[in-house]
Antibody
Framework: QVQLQQSGPGLVKPSQTLSLTCAIS??????????WNWIRQSPSRGLEWLGM?????????DYAPSVEGRITIKADRSRNHISLQLNSVTPEDTAVYFC????????????WGRGTLVTVSS | QSVLTQPPSVSAAPGQKVTISCSGS????????VSWYQQLPGTAPKLLIY???ERPSGIPDRFSGSKSGTSATLDITGLQTGDEADYYC???????????FGGGTKLTVL
């Protein structure tokens, strides 16, 4: 059974960097039939896709324009996990962050992590 | 404001049927598959329907999906109190080059 185990701090100060990790069990981060995505959810913005990383003979990343320039998603093959870094956070980045797996061909999210509430506050 | 439009809420009695709509454009629903997600209170969303009308293993056939043009629909028959949740449609938008979602529909089983 594939599982996504998220970890990271629940409180980040404004202007600092939000960092989360998603450990993958039961699948390989290097699988060439899926992508690994971060999505966040807040009352004001609903579900918002942030970006993805995927392996197709080499690593690729795509990011949402709304966070491009502040976001980095990386895959670590040795640890079989992905990470999210979001720089220069503001209170508007307060949300529940989900690590997800997306089936590449049809593009549907077939697996969600449990979510991590990250609050941006001093 | 969400790219995909859903009604904020629907309600019906146990045993009845509800329909949740999801409206988009030719850049999203109109040119690719739609998926639906159920989010029970305090939990992560869960895949309910993929490829417009396919159910993952374990999803009862009370849940069904369809798509026509730039709109998609989720039908739930034989409503149960355990179906009370938020339901979201989602797909890829080829113009915005992002995943887009509906604003969610809260289902109340009266």
């Amino acid at each position: 059974q594939v599982q996504l185990q998220q970890s990271g701090p629940g409180l980040v100060k404004p202007s600092q960097t939000l960092s989360l990790t998603c450990a993958i069990s039961g699948d390989s981060v290097s699988s060439n039939i899926v992508s690994w995505n971060w999505i966040r959810q807040s009352p004001s913005r609903g579900l918002e896709w942030l970006g993805m990383t995927y392996y197709r003979s080499k690593w690729f990343n795509d990011y949402a324009p709304s966070v491009e320039g502040r976001i980095t998603i990386k895959a670590d093959r040795s640890r079989n996990h992905i990470s999210l870094q979001l720089n220069s956070v503001t209170p508007e980045d307060t949300a529940v962050y989900f690590c997800t797996r997306v089936r590449a061909l049809s593009r549907y999210i077939d697996l969600w992590g449990r979510g991590t509430l990250v609050t941006v506050s001093s | 404001q969400s790219v995909l439009t859903q009604p904020p809420s629907v309600s019906a009695a146990p045993g009845q049927k509800v329909t949740i709509s999801c409206s988009g454009s030719n850049y999203n629903i109109g040119n690719t598959y739609v998926s639906w997600y159920q989010q029970l209170p305090g939990t992560a969303p869960k895949l309910l329907i993929y490829d417009n009308n396919e159910r993952p293993s374990g999803i009862p056939d009370r849940f069904s999906g369809s798509k026509s043009g730039t709109s998609a629909t989720l039908d739930i028959t034989g409503l149960q109190t355990g179906d009370e949740a938020d339901y979201y449609c989602g797909t890829w938008d080829s113009s915005l080059t992002v995943w887009v979602f509906g604003g969610g529909t809260k289902l109340t089983v009266l």
